[in-house]
């Protein structure tokens, strides 16, 4: 079997998971912690397999320095999980809808501005309330509810003051009308492995785990299995979290997470996400 | 078992659990600061100031 490695860059709740999961599974799994390393880049790829192996699960919490580094090491034929692609796709929501809405998978109204004179635009075809998101960003971090033009205003306004290049695209999605809660479903390759309702904290409409959302089991149905998996193979597959909404039309997903934390799916559920995302990896290294 | 380390920025005891990680993060009881555990070569245990949140940290 090839050998398996797990690039972080902090050691979350979910890494110790995968690697106690490794030691119970008799899988050497190589740590590389991604702060210290540089790679040459003209490196034979058999000396990189030294460090990295040739399956690797990379799990940086840093979106851009994972990415990066998926880059070099696939570049070199190792076998990253996610791939490039699907991570270069899940860590933009606008090319995440993109794809989404190419493979026929439901998602909210979805529109996209590239200057504040666009946004005002689109907001007015819009109407309130609006939901406006950073096209790169996690846990709900600069998730605004725009309920009215005044808000708008002062949002768009400190976005325009950042200077930050990623904050002049200005993502915005229709407010679904759901219950307080929406859908995350793990799917890895192509098994559907557990769901949660997330339930958004008191005082906050997000449902984000690291916003203080709890996460309930919910029951793998065959809409849940149906989106999910159509989700998953729209961005490339993997190891996945796919979130969705439920409408009054149906599940709407509005994200699909490839660097996903499982804590609170584990914590729900109960299902051994680390040990199922290890069998994966073992998989792929005995192709 | 756990293994106690002083705190660089107030002095404060940081206990450290036996089963640690490169790379975890534990937090000083007494002034809140959060560090990096690195564990040595010669298996000594060092503390550095933990990375500070990215825009693009999460998930």
Known sequence: MKEI???????????????????NENVDLKLVDSKGVYID?????????????????????????????????????????????????CGNKLFTTLALVKAGVPVPKT?????????????????????????????????????????????IESRKETRNALLQIYYFQEYVERPPRDIRILTIGDEVV?????????????????????SKPCPLTEEVRETALKASEAVGGGVLAVDCMESPYGLLVHEVNSTVEFRGLYSATGVDIARRIISYAVEVARR | MTLNVKCPECDGEIEIPSDVISGEIVSCPDCGMDYEVVLTEDGGIELKPAEIEGEDWGE
């Not at chain 1, 490695?5 to 030691?23: C, F, G, H, N, T």
């Not at chain 1, 919490?61 to 880059?71: K, P």
């Not at chain 1, 769901?195 to 449902?207: C, H, K």
Request: one cysteine or more.
């Open chain 1, 5 to 23: 490695s797990l690039v972080y860059d902090r050691i979350r709740w979910e890494e110790k998971a995968l690697i106690k999961a490794a030691r």
């Open chain 1, 41 to 89: 880049t003209l490196k034979e790829p058999s000396k990189l397999k030294v460090d990295f192996g040739e399956v690797v699960i990379q799990r940086c919490i840093s979106y851009f320095r994972g990415l990066h580094i998926t880059a070099t090491l696939e570049s070199k034929g190792l076998y990253v999980i996610n791939p490039f692609d699907v991570s270069l796709v």
């Open chain 1, 111 to 155: 529109l996209i501005a590239f200057t504040d004179e666009g946004a005002f635009k689109a907001l007015k075809e819009l109407g309130y309330p609006a939901v406006m998101k950073p096209v790169v960003g996690s846990w709900g971090r600069l998730v605004a509810l725009v309920k009215d033009d005044d808000s708008a205003r002062a949002l």
């Open chain 1, 194 to 214: 557990a769901a949660s309702y997330r339930y958004s904290p008191s005082g906050d409409w997000r449902t984000n785990v690291a916003r203080g959302g709890v």
